[in-house]
Nanobody, 124 residues
Framework: QLQLRESGGGLVQTGGSLSLSCAASGRTLSTTAMAWFRQSPGKEREFVGGISRSGQIRYCVESLSERCSVSKDNAKSMVYLQVNNLKPEDTAVYYC?????????????????WGQGTQVTISS
């Protein structure tokens, strides 16, 4: 059973950078595709970016592709999300998620494992 715990959220100024970490336990990340999702009040949870089991495939959603990066360290069982040039619309609860698929998929239904989320608020 994979357990996930996000950290690094908080209040960030517009134009700043966000670095989130996700600590995993209970399952090796070399057998798990990982992703970050976010959810703003009144909106559906949306895919932000993901990384494959091996780490060779990684991508962010097109609207964030120039500002976002996802990485992981299988040996440390850690997954990371960085978003630069933050905007107020980036305000959301950010979730780390794990899937048994080989590559990260955008549909949240493929993810059986979820962290509790961390609040990120971008001040204008």
């Amino acid at each position: 059973q994979l357990q996930l715990r996000e950290s690094g959220g908080g209040l960030v100024q517009t134009g700043g950078s966000l670095s989130l970490s996700c600590a995993a336990s209970g399952r090796t990340l070399s057998t798990t595709a990982m992703a970050w999702f976010r959810q703003s009040p009144g909106k559906e949870r949306e895919f932000v970016g993901g990384i494959s089991r091996s780490g060779q495939i990684r991508y962010c959603v097109e609207s964030l592709s120039e500002r976002c990066s996802v990485s992981k360290d299988n040996a440390k069982s850690m997954v990371y999300l960085q978003v630069n040039n933050l905007k107020p619309e980036d305000t959301a609860v950010y979730y780390c998620a794990g899937s048994t698929t080989i590559t990260p998929l955008r549909n949240s239904s493929f993810y059986a494992y979820w962290g509790q989320g961390t609040q990120v608020t971008i001040s204008s």
